[in-house]
């Protein structure tokens, strides 16, 4: 008779939030020593020069740390739009349609309105039509699932074409120049339908609005009814039923809102950023929202943070393309293997390594 041991994996009861994020930072350190042996196989460079041309490019000077944050912005209102989704278990993959058609919305009234409404008027105007067109194309995929079970997954991915046409659709009526299939600048003489800047940075509403955002869906989710209702059906529907939930209403309304709010984003990147609309104006940011919302397990804050990351290498990757005469790709593997550590993380928190010993 002798012990043999052997190796179990247990789900953690609990763990303290200390805990949990030392192994989050444990993850990045080690990622970080990673990303430098890759870095160096690879192109012989320094490591922590690589990693200056990175912060440069993000943050190196005024203007390319207010662009970060403009595009940090939103990225996150877009993935606060889909939290509410998501926590319901209704897979949203359409927000990249929303935003689309919420930036469509915001150009026609710039266009068609833009000289002949005062700008207060016009602003709330813009923002109530991003908005309603959100919800529209939220709420098409929600009726469809609450009375017929369609799945929401395809339905909502589809939509994007369908949005990117509508907008194809627009920019034939609104080029400029005529002939260039183009939109051009919008109001670029009299900058009617521009967001103001706030404090003397240009951006300075668009963080105002976004973090708004971010601290109502965080109250919204934690502490209201309808917050309850949502996680309550997506535990479980027949659970929801039997707590007298309306399913049908609280998906209608979830999806709703979590289009509403992408619609906002189109509003911002129009009318605060880009100033134009283009079938490329949501730039992905809708799949790239979806990685955002499940690190940070729903969390509006957290958001903040995984948001600011990817944007932070996002920016980076073009400075050392550039700097370093690297493919922009060099970052995307630094990211990569970032996000595969802190995703690996997330393991390790919710299960622990046990060595048991038997009898043979």
């Known amino acids: 008779m002798f ?91 359409g927000a990249e349609g929303q935003v689309l058609v919420g930036g469509a919305a915001t150009a026609a009234l710039m266009i068609y309105c833009g000289n002949s409404l005062p700008t207060p008027v016009l602003m709330i105007l813009m923002f109530v039509a991003s908005m309603a067109a959100g919800v529209v194309w939220g709420v098409i995929p929600a009726v469809f699932k609450a009375y017929f079970n369609t799945n929401e997954t395809l339905f909502t991915l589809m939509l994007n074409y369908v949005a990117m046409q509508v907008v194809t659709f627009c920019i034939v009526y609104w080029e400029n120049p005529s002939g ?83 619609g906002i984003a189109g509003f911002l990147l129009v009318s605060g950023a880009s100033h134009t609309i283009s079938t490329s104006t949501a730039g992905g940011r809708g799949f790239t929202a979806i990685i955002v919302a499940w690190l940070s397990k729903f969390n509006a804050f957290v958001m903040i943070l995984v948001s600011f990351f990817l944007v932070f290498m996002q920016k980076g990757a073009i400075q050392i393309a550039s700097q370093f005469k690297l493919n922009e790709n060099a970052s995307d593997i630094i990211t990569g293997i970032i996000l595969f550590f802190i995703l690996g993380s997330e393991f390790f928190i919710r299960y622990r390594l046990e060595v048991t010993k038997g009898h043979k």
Not at 31 to 40: Q, R
Not at 192 to 206: D, H, K, R, V
């Open 3 to 93: 012990k043999e041991s052997s190796l179990h994996i247990a789900a953690r009861d609990s763990i303290v939030w200390w805990k949990a994020w030392l192994i989050r930072l444990v993850a990045v350190l080690l990622s970080l020593i990673v990303c430098a042996i890759v870095i160096f196989g690879l192109t012989k460079m320094n490591p922590v020069e690589v990693y200056k041309g990175i912060f440069d490019g993000a943050l190196g000077t005024t203007r390319r740390t207010w662009v970060t944050i403009r595009d940090t912005m939103v990225l996150l209102i877009i993935a606060i739009g889909l939290t509410p989704a998501f926590r319901m278990k209704f897979w949203n993959i």
């Open 180 to 262: 260039s299939n183009t939109v051009g600048i919008i109001n670029s003489s009299t900058q009617a339908g521009w967001l103001p800047p706030l404090f003397g940075q240009t951006y300075g509403w668009n963080v105002v609005i976004v973090m708004l955002f971010t601290v109502g869906m965080y109250i919204y989710m934690k502490y209201s009814k309808q917050g309850y209702a949502i996680a309550v059906v997506g535990e479980s529907q027949n659970t929801a039923r039997y707590a007298r939930i309306n399913v049908k209403k609280t998906i209608i309304r979830t999806m709703g809102i979590s289009g509403g709010i992408c």
